[in-house]
């Protein structure tokens, strides 16, 4: 006889081990087995029985693979913890003697990322464990980029150490420094929780969110040592992306920072990009140069060239270096562009080729200067218009530094972006208002010609549909047209608010809709003639179609014949009463049109029962499972058509009172 | 100084008390442990200072003797020689002066003293005075002046405490010590102004007289005070006493000579200092900084970025580990200025508010704002990210297979509705004469010449014109199919009822066979169609068994068992009618099945036991009982179309025999409980079972033993299944809720192909009578045609 198998000691038992086993045999605390799943990407596991699995009575809840805890056994971030743990272990002793001095000293040893925010220990191989690829990191950026941007828009409390806030900012500064450069944000979206934007690096799509410049509301149980710890290694992440990324468009990293401008709120202006080495950055200064003078004395212009990199410092060398970076970008596209085969002889096949799209997103704003008033947001605009290669964005001082140019009054200005409503009080087309606060001299409604005025969401729907809309949907005070996702891929058969409602209702849907309206219609003609008419006929033949939905064949057919016999039969009854009354019938017999529809209608329901009946038929035949699994999916599909459907109706509605209004 | 005079009573009361305790007690012993509990007591201290009083007083009487001072000390209590009795006298002397100098002091003790001194004086040989002490009494304690009684007993309280008594506490004794009189105010005037030596203007606590204090106990004081050694003459530091180095050692102690290693540096320190410098090097020491600047560069220290991808190699991706998905893309409806449609209506808005923040299937409600500036922060983006970071560390991650195809595409490609067709859909004929139930029907599959019904052509042959059915109430009739005309009617059995009738599937003769009770009548109705020659070639047919029989060649049943099977004639009233055979098996047959060739044919009695199913050659007049056991109780059989194959359908399997090689071939499995009816398909590859439970099953038996499909479209049980063997794609069954349903069932020529299966119609018509709806069926064997006998008496054919 075999050997009897003991329970729990082989396959799926074997395979699994609770959280609790788990600590236990790495001999860590709980807070620390955390840290370590969060950072080694390490998450429960769901078994297929949980019966199977578990050994004891009580249900555990949480699972992970026992390869994985075995990994995490060779982890030397333990061998750190287990370090952090006796250090403690020695403070307490030292307090407890009372040796206060002992504990201060071994207290300074003992680094609280959660105080200080900078760690003992550092994350970067296992950042190298997680993402063998770069590629695979810029996959996993989401999450990564999206509490980076929310951290650095928190305010610094206990448990999130202003100097942790400080680094996050920084590094998204910095992120967002090379997507200018590289002109590779994509899409960017308003929407109610923050502003989405989609970037793409090296081939992957990044989509992260970054939330409205607010003071963020922190409630319900929020564990911030938990958040703590993502942030730890996603600060670390975005370090080396950065640097990868910096690195791989010639650029220094860390690239140099301004603490003056910084605390003047310069923000992006406060990071000042640099070349790998000279040898390039005279290269290219000497490429804006060329670009900028077309000098024909090469010697004559280096020897301008040194005066003028002398002269401009530190003012705008972030500029200078910006336009060096992009002039390297262009010449980089020259040698990288795809040729274009075209056949030599005749008979080929014609491979397809990947072709640019018109409209670079580095030239969209190019040619613009922007001014933003005070009440547009700041961070984002600049951002964005600088990523679709705007090089001039002036604000109101009171944004803070870095701007192109403060006075609103400059000529060079192209667009304004306004964000306030017209005052209707201030209408005396004087001036005579003054503004204090901006201390410019311009009445409120009062524009400098030659500008357009536009609301910010014009840059965003420019951005999105890649091209210069046109402002004037977007003027300031206009009602703006709907503000629509970027992300959404139109799929078959749901509905998408851009295209006209006929295109995407259903035969029904507009055959009910038309009937609805040819009965207002009638019913209107009715009030004017002032005939009490009853109108429920066609309704209630409706309603006992409904009624009878489930009956057999023949049955329905004889169902129709009898609908038209008591139609007649109505018909010769209302033909009756009207004689006797002295009136005409003539409102019934006047919509022909509308009896035309209601037939079609008709048939169309019939039809619509038919199929039905041959899919129930159909259904029969499949197996138990393929029937719950086809129900099921048909189940997600109603609720989605309704809902489209809903939506539909809704719009029907509006646009009909939008027609009635204008009418 | 009032304590001396009772101290000094005290102490000859102790004297005296010794006397006394040596008479009676013998030693001295218990009296110095008395003296030791009195020890114990507080009064301790005041003695000493008593002493030191008397000490210092007597050294200021005795000015002059200066150098005997220490002697005077060391023999203040016994005195034993001249000059010490000389000294005790000044010193007693001295006493009483002082006594007599200090304010208020009663000088009575003074005389008792007196009279109670220790000694007496006596003349010497010269004639002076010589002072002559009691013997001492050696006992433990005897010369101890500590042991001096008390003064005062009350303890350690406040002497306030006796404010307004006369008395200022008890002696040992117990007596009152009075308070010592308090000088008048001129006394006290005068005291203020000749301020007496040693006074201090303290109280001595226990007796409440000022407390004087002596000059040197002044200086004691003021050293002991200062920190000072309290003995003046102490020199705690004194000149060290070089004494040995002092002089110059001219021999040397040892004469080693001196080692190599003196002259040598250090190997080890040389390692030591290595390792320091190696340590400074590599910059584990660091010059020293104070903390404030070293905690300050730390923090300037930025983190250290290198290219961590420099070696990338892509790793081949593990497995089991699951990507965290991404979080959607926002929709229209997350908008800041979303188009008008998406935003909640009224009722929505209070029905989303009214749900649970769970319960909600979106998280939040679409909103307009008219501009940029007026939206608002996000109130839950904390907790929402929160969460995201909950999930991605703690929710387990499970790979869903998402099925992102069109369910439709799931549905089987049925065949167009046309292609279905033709199908029986309504009835056509109703048959109706037999009494109780119609147990069976049964259409004739011989062809007659188109003689009557088609005229046109003479060649075509037509079948399916007779119908035969058997009922309950014994009679089997034969009905012309189109018309429902009763042709023929043989009643075949008074009580039992006709199970089974079933013609003889050739078309060379007329024959139908049926059961009633144990018995098996082989008939030729007459028919209208029927030609007196076919109707001759039938007779011929059911007579040529019985010549066979009297030749002798069937071989002769086993004495004293009863044979499988009686055959025989039924008598000549049933032989007039057109019934010629009679077979006569031991149970009642409820089931008939030919084979194919019209030679063989099968019954089954189910409670026959062992003999439940038996095989008849028509020819030989033969009956044989196949099997020795059966397993479970057989319920059906059927012949396979083409093979030597028989199968057997007990209540849980079909099983397949082969009947040439005499072996089981395959087990099907229905895995229905309880199997009513069985049909092979033509082609002889599918089986059809029907169930009590109320299952259809089709089995494909190059596939499986397990059913192709199943069926329950049936809320009762099914009592019959049948093919159309006329080669139209059709099989029916029929229920006990008195429905026929027709299916579609086109076995495919390709033998890879599954067949399809379609449901195809169902007819209503047959009443159930007693719980019983529709008992069997039988299809036209050209015609998608078929006939159904109901248990309300009827049979009904549908077209």
């Not at chain 2, 039992?496 to 050739?506: E, I, K, L, N, S």
Request: charged share 30%.
């Amino acid at each position: 006889m075999a050997k009897i198998k003991k329970k729990g000691q082989s396959g799926q038992a074997k395979n699994y081990i609770t959280r609790t086993q788990a600590v236990k045999k790495l001999q860590i605390s709980l807070p620390d087995f955390r840290k370590l799943c969060i950072w080694k990407g390490i998450y429960p596991r769901e078994p297929r029985s949980r019966k199977k699995v578990s050994k004891s009575a009580t249900a555990s809840t949480t699972f992970y693979y026992t390869k994985d805890i075995q990994y995490l056994q060779h982890e030397p971030l333990l061998q750190k913890f287990r370090e952090q743990k006796v250090l403690e272990k020695k403070i307490s002793r030292a307090l407890g003697r009372g040796d206060v001095s002992d504990a201060a000293r071994l207290e300074r040893n003992a680094g609280r990322p959660d105080q200080t925010g900078k760690p003992r220990y550092t994350l970067h191989h296992v950042i190298r464990e997680r993402y063998p690829t770069f590629i695979d990191a810029i996959r996993d950026l989401d999450d990564c980029l999206s509490m980076l941007f929310l951290f650095a828009n928190l305010p610094s409390t206990t448990s999130v150490p202003a100097k942790m806030i400080a680094r996050c900012e920084r590094l998204c500064h910095e992120f967002q420094h090379y997507l200018i450069t590289s002109h590779s944000l994509r899409k960017s979206f308003l929407s109610i929780k923050g502003i989405y934007y989609q970037a793409n690096i090296q081939g992957e799509d990044v989509l992260w969110l970054v939330p409205y410049k607010f003071n963020q509301r922190v409630v319900g149980d929020i564990d911030f040592r938990i958040m703590g710890t993502f942030v730890e290694f996603y600060m670390t992440l975005l370090g080396f992306v950065n640097y990868r990324l910096y690195s791989s468009i010639g650029l220094k990293y860390p690239p140099k920072f301004d603490q003056t401008k910084d605390d003047k709120g310069a923000e992006l202006a406060a990071l000042t990009l640099e070349g790998v080495n000279l040898a390039t950055n005279d290269e290219t200064t000497k490429a804006i140069a060329s670009g900028e003078g077309h000098g024909p004395d090469p010697k004559v212009q280096a020897g301008v060239d040194k005066l003028v990199k002398k002269l401009r410092t530190e003012s705008d060398g972030d500029k200078a270096d910006e336009e060096m970076a992009e002039g390297e970008d262009e010449e980089e596209k020259a040698t990288d562009a795809i040729d274009k085969f075209e056949p030599a002889a005749p008979g080929g096949d014609v491979l397809p080729q990947p072709t640019y799209t018109g409209n670079d997103p580095s030239k969209l704003f190019a040619n613009c200067t922007f001014f933003l008033s005070r009440e547009t947001p700041r961070q984002s605009l600049e951002f964005i218009l600088r990523a679709f290669g705007c090089k001039r964005i002036g604000w109101d001082p009171i944004l803070g530094e870095g701007s192109f140019t403060t006075d609103e009054s400059d000529p060079s200005i192209t667009h304004q972006i306004v964000d306030r409503p017209i005052i209707q009080a201030a209408t005396t087309e004087q001036g005579d208002g003054e503004d204090n606060q901006t201390a410019q001299k311009l009445g409120p409604n009062q524009r400098y010609p030659g500008r357009i005025y536009v609301q910010p969401q014009w840059v965003w729907d420019c951005v999105n549909d890649e091209e210069l809309k046109g402002p004037e949907l977007y003027a300031p005070g206009a009602a703006l047209p709907p503000h629509l996702s970027p992300f959404v891929k139109p799929t078959q058969g749901q509905y998408d608010p851009t295209v006209p409602l006929e295109e995407q209702e259903t035969e029904g849907e507009a055959l009910d809709a038309e009937i609805e309206d040819a009965k207002d219609e009638a019913e209107s003609e009715e009030e004017d003639s002032e005939v009490d008419n009853d109108m429920d006929v066609a309704d209630d033949n409706d309603d006992d179609e409904e009624d009878s939905d489930a009956e057999e064949d023949e049955e329905e057919e004889d169902d129709e014949e009898e609908d038209e016999d008591e139609e007649e039969v109505l018909l010769r009854q209302r033909e009756l009463e009207a004689e006797i009354s002295g009136k005409t019938v003539k409102s019934k017999q006047v919509d022909p049109k509308l009896k035309a529809k209601l037939d079609k209608k008709k048939a169309l329901e019939r039809k619509k029962k038919e199929e039905a009946e041959d899919l129930e038929r159909a259904k029969g035949m499949l197996s138990k499972k393929k029937r719950k699994l086809f129900e099921q999916m048909q189940y997600t599909n109603k609720k989605k058509s309704t809902e489209d459907m809903k939506l539909r109706s809704k719009r029907r509605k509006l646009e009909k009172e939008k027609a009635a209004g204008k009418a | 100084m009032k304590s001396k005079p009772v101290e000094k009573k005290r102490k000859a009361r102790d004297e005296e008390s010794d006397s006394e305790s040596d008479d009676e007690l013998g030693n001295g012993l218990f009296d110095g442990v008395l003296e030791a509990s009195e020890d114990e007591e507080d009064y301790i201290p005041s003695d000493e200072i008593d002493d030191g009083d008397s000490e210092s007083e007597a050294s200021e009487g005795s000015e002059d003797t200066e150098e005997e001072d220490d002697d005077a000390l060391l023999s203040d209590d016994i005195p034993s020689d001249v000059e010490g009795d000389d000294e005790m006298g000044k010193l007693s002397k001295g006493a009483e002066e002082l006594e007599i100098t200090e304010p208020g002091v009663d000088p009575k003790p003074k005389h008792q003293e007196e009279e109670h001194r220790n000694y007496r004086i006596e003349k010497d040989a010269n004639g002076g005075e010589r002072y002559i002490y009691d013997e001492i009494d050696p006992v433990y304690d005897s010369d101890d002046s500590d042991a001096q009684g008390p003064v005062n007993t009350i303890g350690d309280i406040p002497l306030s405490f006796y404010d307004s008594y006369p008395h200022i506490g008890y002696d040992i004794n117990g007596k009152k010590i009075m308070r010592p009189a308090t000088g008048d105010a001129l006394q006290s005037l005068l005291d203020t102004i000749e301020v007496p030596k040693g006074w201090t203007g303290l109280t001595d606590v226990n007796t409440g007289n000022p407390l004087n204090l002596t000059q040197e106990e002044l200086e004691l004081v003021r050293r002991v005070q200062h920190g000072l050694v309290p003995d003046e003459g102490y020199d705690p530091y004194p000149d060290t006493v070089e004494w040995f180095t002092s002089k110059q050692e001219t021999m040397p102690l040892s004469a080693a000579p001196e080692p190599k290693r003196r002259f040598l540096p250090s190997k080890n320190e040389a390692k030591q200092v290595m390792k320091l410098v190696r340590a400074i090097r590599e910059g584990r020491i660091l010059p020293y900084k104070p903390p404030e600047e070293r905690e300050r560069e730390e923090e300037e220290k930025e983190e250290v970025q290198f290219d961590l991808w420099q070696d990338e190699e892509p790793a081949a991706p593990n497995p089991m580990h699951i990507p965290a998905p991404k979080l959607p893309p926002p929709g229209y409806e997350m908008s800041y200025n979303p188009p008008e449609e998406y935003l909640p209506t009224k009722e929505e808005r209070e029905e989303w508010e009214k749900t649970d923040p769970e319960d909600r299937e979106k998280e939040f409600l679409p909103q307009k704002y008219n501009s940029l500036r007026k939206v608002p922060a996000w109130g839950t983006l904390v907790k929402e990210r929160f969460e995201r970071c909950m999930d991605l560390y703690l929710a387990p991650r499970v790979r869903k297979n998402r099925l992102n195809i069109d369910p439709n595409s799931l549905l089987p490609k049925l065949p167009s509705p046309a292609e279905l067709k033709p199908f029986p859909t309504v009835v056509q004929t109703i048959f109706r004469g037999h009494e109780g139930t119609v147990r069976s029907v049964a259409i004739d599959p011989v062809s007659f010449p188109c003689s009557n019904i088609c005229m046109t052509n003479a060649d075509h042959q037509q079948t399916g014109v007779a119908l035969a059915t058997g009922g309950s109430d014994g009679t089997v009739r034969v009905w012309e199919l189109l018309t429902g005309r009763q042709v023929w009617s043989v009643r075949l059995s008074s009580e039992d009822p006709v199970y089974a009738v079933r013609w003889r599937p050739t078309k060379d003769a007329f024959i139908l066979a049926a059961s009633a009770g144990e018995d098996v009548f082989l008939m030729v109705p007459t028919h209208s169609s029927v030609t007196p020659t076919l109707d001759q070639a039938s007779r011929d047919v059911l007579a040529a068994g019985f010549g066979y029989a009297t030749n002798g060649q069937q071989p002769a049943a086993a004495p004293g068992k009863e044979p499988a099977g009686k055959w025989a004639r039924p008598g000549t009233k049933l032989e007039d009618a057109g019934v010629l055979v009679r077979v006569t098996v031991r149970s009642a047959v409820k089931v008939i099945t030919w084979h194919r060739r019209g030679d063989h044919f099968a019954t089954v009695s189910p409670e026959g036991q062992r003999s439940s199913v038996a095989i008849h050659t028509l020819s030989k007049h033969l009956t044989q009982i196949p099997f020795r056991k059966l397993h479970g109780l057989a319920q059906t059989v059927v012949f396979h179309p083409l093979k030597p194959l028989f199968f057997v359908a007990t209540m849980r399997t079909v099983r397949c025999y082969d009947l040439q090689k005499v072996e089981l071939v395959k087990i099907v499995q229905p895995g229905a409980k309880w199997i009513s009816s069985l049909d092979i398909h033509s082609g002889g590859d599918h089986l059809i079972v029907g169930s009590y439970d109320r299952r259809l099953l089709w089995h494909d038996l190059d596939l499986s033993n397990r059913p192709h499909k199943t069926m329950r479209f049936h809320p009762k049980a099914i009592r019959a299944v049948r093919y159309h063997k006329g080669g139209l794609p059709l099989f029916a069954d029929t229920s006990d809720d008195g429905t026929l349903q027709i299916f579609y069932g086109k076995v495919p020529n390709d033998q890879l192909e599954s067949p399809t299966i379609v449901p195809v119609k169902q007819l209503k018509g047959h009443k159930v009578v007693n719980q019983v709806g529709v008992v069997d069926i039988d299809w036209h064997p050209r015609e998608p045609w078929c006939v159904s006998a109901g248990a309300d008496g009827t049979a009904r054919l549908w077209m």
